[in-house]
């Protein structure tokens, strides 16, 4: 009997680019590395690179290393380097080493003479305004810089004083000498290094020249032996940069292959623009959950899993695209609908009152955890004849189709009994704010003898058991699907939504006391929730992780975004 081959799936554009590669013999192995700047956070977009690239060295068996690309001392941060070493680990992956590209400025330094000494690189003393004028423009060629015919000798003494810090910041520059009529900008002699005083991260003051991006990038790949260096479509232009420096040094030259950004609808992920929103206070912190950072995504909720998935889910473009952000949010769901226990709270409560109910008399009832996952097995709520039930769960006068409680109607009591209400207790106002309502013992969930068939299933917490919790109920931050791009004029500023964060108190059954911080639960008919971190013994914190529902798209249908 001849078994059926594992179904394959087609193999994106970068590995079947790794296929060639490796088929004809450019390189043997697939060693990939993360490189991100220092200076913010990680977001739902660097999850995409970070799942590539250590997906590709997993799919290979090849390795991947995590570089900080910190040549800008200005922007970086130590805070930042920890922040993002912690998210990579919560994604889930691990590097096989850890490199800093500030490790190879004396590298880097060394190249740099050796292309002052084949005559590939000058030092030119034009201002950067008067360099942006002499580049020229996307129509018309760029004009040599006058100091571009200097010998070595006058270079090389030039570029050690600029080290020595004998020359104000910004006063010289270090230029490939490539060719300022290329049709690529990026060709037109680029600026390998700045005079810049400033204080380092990590080397200090030891330096008082930094390396570009350019100049850095490519010669950090070589030096960790990279094979495949993966970065984003907006370096396609830099990728003849990037070779050139490799063949003139004549050092292992990895191959550039660029696949396009992740971008998801309603939100901002730039790293100078979620800076702004955490220092002008829009939000909490970095680590808000209402941020598309991996922090922030940590805290409301959601899992490595589930971020894991919908990156895998989305796959690799070579053109840019916006992916909703329902199908993020879909990915949670899915997942946390299998993992979760589940749990009832009111959240908008009224009373519900049993007037056929022994005095005193508590119940114990049993639910499961999770139907989804009968391991995880069941607990224990207590019932009572003085219930809460939410608001939104009755109506005195309801049509024909509201299957949740009304007046002269039944409905079952969620792992409870069948009520049926004959009365309400109102205030002046005419607000309900008792509901009477008799059960029926005979209907007692999993033990049903009644044969009475109600429509509607409801939750409910016994009142004098319920526990008082905050239940913090995030939405969208923006109330546009492209906060990055608005109309003139405005910024993504004025498209914040005012309700993004909304605060109630919240009844719970007993049982979610058990729970710590950073446990994932879904409240029965209303969404999944995490245990906050300012969450304390006696007063819990739950964040919503996401409603049961896409409630979002379909308001949105009705032209009811905020
Ligand atoms: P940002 O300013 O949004 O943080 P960046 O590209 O400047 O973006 P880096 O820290 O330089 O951030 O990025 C590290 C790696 O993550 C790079 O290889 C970069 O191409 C990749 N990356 C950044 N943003 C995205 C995104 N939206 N989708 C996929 N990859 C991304
Ligand atoms: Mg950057």
């Not at 190879?104 to 084949?118: G, H, M, R, V």
């Not at 010998?151 to 004998?166: H, I, K, T, V, W």
């Not at 016994?462 to 905050?470: I, L, Y």
Request: aromatic share 10%; net charge negative.
């Amino acid at each position: 009997m001849s078994e059926t081959p594992p179904k394959r799936e087609s193999k994106n554009f970068v590995e079947q680019s790794i296929d060639a590669d490796l088929q004809s013999g450019r390189f043997q192995s697939v060693n990939t590395r993360f490189p991100p700047e220092p200076n913010g956070y990680l977001h739902i977009g660097h999850a995409k690179s970070i799942c590539l690239n250590f997906g590709l060295a997993k799919t290979y068996n090849g390795t991947c290393n995590l570089r900080f690309d910190d040549t800008n001392p200005v922007k970086e941060e130590t805070e930042y380097v920890d922040a993002i070493m912690k998210d990579i680990k919560w994604l889930g992956f691990e590097w096989d080493s850890l490199h800093y590209a500030s490790d190879y400025f004396e590298d880097l330094y060394q190249w740099a003479e050796q292309l002052i000494q084949s005559g590939d690189a000058y030092v030119c003393d034009l201002s950067a305004e008067e360099m942006r004028e002499y580049r020229g423009s996307l129509t018309e060629s760029g004009r040599n810089s006058p100091d571009r015919d200097r010998s070595p000798e006058e270079n090389l003494d030039l570029f050690r004083r600029m080290r020595a810090g004998e020359f104000p910041d910004g006063s010289r520059s270090l230029r490939a000498k490539i060719d300022m009529a290329s049709p690529n900008i990026n060709f037109r002699d680029p600026v390998m290094y700045r005079i810049l005083r400033a204080s380092h991260h990590r080397t200090g003051d030891t330096w008082c020249i930094y390396p570009t991006y350019d100049w850095t990038h490519g010669q950090s790949d070589s030096l960790e032996n990279i094979s495949f260096s993966i970065c984003t479509l907006e370096f396609e232009n830099h990728r003849p940069l990037y070779d050139w420096f490799c063949q003139k040094l004549g050092i292992h030259h990895p191959r550039q292959i660029e696949f396009a950004k992740l971008k998801l609808s309603s939100l901002v992920v730039g790293k100078r623009f979620m800076l702004r929103l955490v220092k002008e206070g829009h939000v909490s912190g970095w680590d808000d959950p209402r941020m598309p950072t991996l922090s922030g995504y940590r805290r409301r909720g959601y899992t490595p899993e589930s971020i894991r998935n919908f990156c895998s889910d989305v796959g690799v473009a070579k053109f840019n695209s916006t992916i909703d952000m329902v199908r993020l949010e879909n990915s949670v769901r899915e997942h946390l609908n299998k993992i979760a226990p589940r749990r009832m709270a009111v959240l908008d409560p009224v009373k519900l009152t049993i007037t056929n109910w022994p005095e005193g008399q508590v119940e114990i009832m049993e639910a499961v955890n999770n139907p989804e996952d009968p391991e995880i097995g069941k607990r224990e709520i207590p019932f009572s004849g003085n219930l809460l039930i939410e608001r939104g769960d009755f109506r005195e006068e309801a049509p024909r189709k509201f299957f949740r409680l009304k007046k002269g109607g039944a409905v079952r009591l969620r792992a409870g009994y069948i009520v049926d209400c004959y009365d309400v207790i109102k205030d002046e106002d005419g607000k309900v704010t008792e509901i009477l309502c008799t059960y029926d013992p005979e209907t007692r969930s999993g033990a049903d003898k009644s044969g009475r068939k109600v429509k509607g299933t409801i939750h409910w917490v016994s009142a004098n058991h319920a526990k008082e919790m905050t239940v913090r109920l995030y939405d969208r931050l923006f109330t546009v699907e492209d906060p990055g791009s608005t109309e003139e004029g405005k910024t993504y500023l004025d498209y914040l939504n005012p309700n993004s964060l909304t605060t109630v108190t919240a009844y719970a059954e007993p049982s979610l006391q058990s729970h710590e911080i950073g446990d994932r639960i879904q409240l029965e008919r209303i969404g999944y929730f995490v245990l906050d971190p300012d969450s304390q013994a006696e007063s819990i914190v739950l964040n919503r992780i996401v409603p049961l529902r896409d409630t979002w798209g379909k308001m949105e249908a009705k032209g009811k975004t905020v």
